[in-house]
C-alpha cells in the first residue's frame, strides 16, 4: 500500500540554521509528492510539489527533490527563520487517481529560536 | 484571491445536539473533501465529493454525513457529535488531474469544533 514516513519533531532550530526534514514513501508507480506547512490554528498551505523523478520543487527557500531511487522527499532550506515554525506534512498522492486523495506523513514540528 | 473560506472558524455545540460546518469555494475545483484534524495529528479524510459523486472513506462513522448542494459549496453536518468528535474539520478543493494524482489540494483554516 501507499505510505509516508517522517522524522519525527519537534525539531528546534537557532535561526539562520540549516534545516532537513526526512521523508521517505512508499508507492506503487509513480506518485506526486507534496510538502504542506501549517501554522497554529490555520489550515494548511501548499509548500512545493514534485511529480516526476528529480524534480525539484522550491518556493519561500525551502527545496526538495523527488528521488526514486531512494524513495525520499526530503524537505531543506538553508538559512531558517522564526517565521518558519509551524508542522510540515509530506504527503504523496498516488498515480492513477482522479481526484488527487493526499496520503500524510505523521507531520514534523519546527520551532526556531531567536 | 481565490480562495476556500470555512465558516464558522470555531464552533460549540452540545454533546449529541447536530452541528453543520459549511465550506464555500470561489476556485471552481471539481472536488471538494472534508477531513478531521485532531491535535498534533494529520489530517484523516472523512470524504469527498467528485462533482455530485460522493465517495465516503470505509472507516468514517456513519454519524458523519456530507450534502454538496452546488460546485461552490459542502457541509459537513455531524448527526450527534460525541467528545471524540471535538477536532479542527478541514476543507480542501482540486481539480480534476486524470489519473495523474498530480493536482495540489487547497485547504480553508479549518472550523474548530468543540463540544460541551
Known amino acids: 500500500g501507499n505510505s509516508v514516513t517522517q522524522m519525527e519533531g519537534p525539531v528546534t532550530l537557532s535561526e539562520e540554521a540549516f534545516l532537513t526534514i526526512n521523508c521517505t514513501y512508499t508507492a506503487t508507480g509513480y506518485p506526486s509528492l507534496f510538502w504542506y506547512v501549517q501554522y497554529p490554528g490555520e489550515g494548511l498551505q501548499l509548500l512545493l510539489k514534485?511529480?516526476?523523478?528529480?524534480d525539484k520543487g522550491s518556493n519561500k527557500g525551502f527545496e526538495a527533490t523527488y528521488r526514486k531511487e531512494t524513495t525520499s522527499f526530503h524537505l531543506e532550506k538553508g538559512s531558517v527563520q522564526v517565521s518558519d515554525s509551524a508542522v510540515y506534512f509530506c504527503?504523496?498522492?498516488?498515480?492513477?487517481?482522479?481526484?488527487?486523495?493526499?496520503?500524510f506523513g505523521t507531520g514534523t514540528l519546527l520551532a526556531v529560536q531567536p | 484571491d481565490a480562495m476556500v473560506i470555512q465558516n464558522p472558524r470555531y464552533q460549540v455545540t452540545q454533546f449529541g445536539k447536530p452541528v453543520t460546518l459549511s465550506c464555500s469555494q470561489t476556485?471552481?475545483?471539481?472536488?471538494m473533501y472534508w477531513y478531521q484534524q485532531k491535535s498534533s495529528q494529520a489530517p484523516k479524510l472523512l470524504f469527498h465529493y467528485y462533482d455530485k459523486d460522493f465517495n465516503n472513506e470505509a472507516d468514517t462513522p456513519d454519524n458523519f454525513q456530507s450534502r454538496r448542494p452546488n460546485t461552490s459549496f459542502c457541509f459537513l453536518d455531524i448527526r450527534s457529535p460525541g467528545l471524540g468528535d471535538a477536532a479542527m474539520y478541514l476543507c480542501?478543493?482540486?481539480?480534476?488531474?486524470?489519473?495523474?494524482?498530480?493536482?495540489?489540494?487547497?485547504f480553508g483554516d479549518g472550523t474548530r469544533l468543540s463540544i460541551l
Open positions: 480542501a478543493t482540486s481539480r480534476i488531474s486524470y489519473g495523474q494524482g498530480n493536482q495540489p489540494q487547497h
Open positions: 504527503a504523496l498522492s498516488p498515480y492513477g487517481g482522479a481526484t488527487n486523495k493526499l496520503i
Open positions: 476556485l471552481n475545483h471539481n472536488v
Open positions: 514534485a511529480t516526476k523523478a528529480d
